[in-house]
């Protein structure tokens, strides 16, 4: 076969409904970035992609184990590589008795780095704290299944489909396999006008990790009323749409 400059891969219950003008990606040739909406899609040059996939199965066995273990973070790489569509609130961070830095995580993103540069000194603490605590510390993280409180956990803990602590969460890894990629890659979000809609072939008309109401941002509002079983309601956050 022939290897091409630009690298398209997507999860195969996406279905694309126009032709992409790479004008939309327009660092896609001249910087090693990679335009990504969550796990279903990314569009990279050939060598972004070699560095991002090659070994990827065992990258991520490595990282296999407690999901509330605390993962190194490279809190310079991280201000750098910036932006509500990086999902990197979606990790695990250690709780540094911050109201302002837990609300950035958690609600309103869009003060993520200016927290995390406030307050880097005690998130780089921390980590060396766990480092010697096997990577147990307390946390506090963007994603559903750490916050009680949400209706995506407390739908599944009403009928008994709580993630097990060792089940990992695709979304989450693999922006954290981009964060830690060598050489480094930096995330793009995904262009508005290229939307990534579920395939009408799909059998679950709803993300398949959420309650029925609850469709992830961008996708289909009008198959979420099948049966009268779901709403047209969109998540706000990408921390609140994650959990494949």
Known sequence: GLDFDVVLKLRSDIEFEQP????????VMVGRVLYTQMDMVFLCSRGVARTLISGVPDALRSRAGDERKLLPLDYGRLLLNG??????????FPDISSPSFRRAVQEDNRWFRSEVQRHRAALEAAHRQA????GFVPIV???WRFRNETKEYQYWAKTGKLPRHTDMCSIRHW????HVAN????????????????SKMRHYWQCNCEPPDCLPEGWPADRSGRDGSGGSEATAS???NAGQ
Do not use: C, K
Not at 183 to 198: A, D, K, Q, S, Y
């Open 20 to 27: 992409f003008d790479l004008a939309d990606f327009p660092e």
């Open 83 to 92: 932006g509500t569509g990086n999902g990197l609130p979606l990790q695990v």
């Open 131 to 134: 480092e010697v605590q096997d």
């Open 141 to 143: 993280s963007g994603h």
């Open 175 to 178: 922006y954290y396999h981009v």
């Open 183 to 198: 050489p480094e890659v930096f995330i793009r979000g995904w262009p508005r006008n290229h939307p990534t809609p579920l």
């Open 238 to 240: 990408e921390g609140r």
